[in-house]
Nanobody, 120 residues
Framework: QVQLVESGGGLVQPGGSLRLSCAAS????????MSWSRQAPGKQRELVAT???????NYADSVKGRFSISRDNAKNTGYLQMSSLKPEDTAVYYC??????????????WGQGTQVTVSS
């Protein structure tokens, strides 16, 4: 059984910063791509950033230069550093990862989400 648990969300003023964490636990053999997505009320889920096991990153145009994705492979944990936050960044942020387990091959897993609210 694999679990992804996000943390670090909250209320922040415009221009502020937050760091989200995504901790993976369970019978993990390897974690491949890790991603962060977000979903605002009434909108479709949007892919925000991805990082490969080798550290290559990709970002949505809306967050380039403001968000930074990283990972600590030894801790099975991913991070999303968010800076210069705007009200339009308000959403539930989800972590997603492609994970190989000991018995079931590679599957995609999602966390439960963490709320980020940017407001004065």
């Amino acid at each position: 059984q694999v679990q992804l648990v996000e943390s670090g969300g909250g209320l922040v003023q415009p221009g502020g910063s937050l760091r989200l964490s995504c901790a993976a636990s369970g019978s993990i053999s390897a974690i491949y791509v890790m991603s962060w997505s977000r979903q605002a009320p009434g909108k479709q889920r949007e892919l925000v950033a991805t990082i490969t096991s080798g550290g290559s990153t990709n970002y949505a145009d809306s967050v380039k230069g403001r968000f930074s994705i990283s990972r600590d492979n030894a801790k099975n944990t991913g991070y999303l550093q968010m800076s210069s936050l705007k009200p339009e960044d308000t959403a539930v942020y989800y972590c997603n990862a492609a994970i190989r387990t000991g018995v079931s091959g590679v599957s995609g897993y999602w966390g439960q989400g963490t709320q980020v609210t940017v407001s004065s």
